[in-house]
């Protein structure tokens, strides 16, 4: 089932159970214009209506994002709004976020790309920080990118504008996936997602972002109690039950 019009630049739609938003605006690049934003975010009350499984965020075009829309950024007051909640919304959803990235990635782009939990990339795409060469800053990027990156490894690429490429993304943490063959490895990890629990996933996403802001023993009491709490509860009993009969559990797609 699929979303669209002919004036969106945004498309969304679900398959089984994976909701895909498409960022459709080629004639600026993808870029973060309001048009884009507002519809970005109408695609992600349709996931969440749809009580999609995982999102997953693609482009058409040879971009991903080429950040800002400066035309529109440099006419009228500026609104940072309606990005900043986008990001929010993609960092803190309980569904998986995949970005699927076959083209350049500029300035805001990689704010985009890096809210997302699962970041795949084809091996020839590039990336460059370029606010700096504008006269301004990455600013509300660096939320989401400093929390995947050190400093050190990204003061380069911010302070200069250089471009990078995805070998250099991936060694600095930016990225998680680089392959040749983004649809088959997108597929394999939509596999994944969907072979376990949707609440574990779930939980198990709260925990990655949670438990490094914990001290020691604060992570051990939150994490028994999580633990716990899971064992003793219906989708383990599942999850065993079908480990030991030798088939899928229930909430497999193969298992159907």
Known sequence: MSTSAPDRIVRSGLDRGVATITLDSQHNRNALSRQLLAELHRALDEAEAQDARAIVL???GPAFCAGADLKERSSGPPDSGPMVSALERLMDTPR????????AVRAGGLGLMTACDLIVVDQSVTFALTEVRIGVAAAIISVPILRRVPPGKIAAAMLTGEVFSAADAREMGLITHVTSDVAATVNDLINGILAGAPRAVAATKAMLHRVPTLDRTTGF????ALSEEFFSGPDAAEGMAAFIEKRLPAWNPAAE
């Open 58 to 60: 693609r482009h058409e």
């Open 96 to 103: 998986p976020t995949i970005a699927v990235v076959n083209g």
């Open 221 to 224: 009491a939150e994490m028994r």
